[in-house]
């Protein structure tokens, strides 16, 4: 199994962790509450946990093949782009 995770700091991630679940919702098993949610895409996994002391957004994506973990952070990625167009957030996918 591989594994990455990225910390996304914005002021909107309670916001962001309930859009991107309801969205994700409409087209693959998602399941959200205000603190955690987990998506579960044909390809692999994602998790999200709002930390609300520091405005963080934590995701950790898991797939069977590094090729589908990539394309799991790029789905995630450009919905966050989306999301956030008043503000600029780089993610930055750390392994493991």
């Not at 390809?43 to 002391?53: A, D, I, Q, S, V």
Request: aromatic share 6%; proline share 1%.
């Amino acid at each position: 199994m591989h594994y990455s995770k990225t910390l996304i700091k914005s002021e909107n991630a309670a916001r962001y962790l309930q859009t991107l679940c309801r969205h994700f919702s409409r087209k693959v098993p998602a399941e959200w509450n205000e603190q955690t949610g987990k998506v579960n895409f044909a390809m692999g996994n994602c998790e999200l946990t709002n930390l609300t002391e520091s405005n963080e957004l934590a995701v950790i994506c898991s797939a069977d093949s590094l090729a589908k973990l990539t394309t799991v952070q790029r789905i995630l990625e450009q919905h966050v782009t989306m999301l956030s167009r008043r503000e600029t957030i780089h993610i930055v996918w750390i392994e493991g």
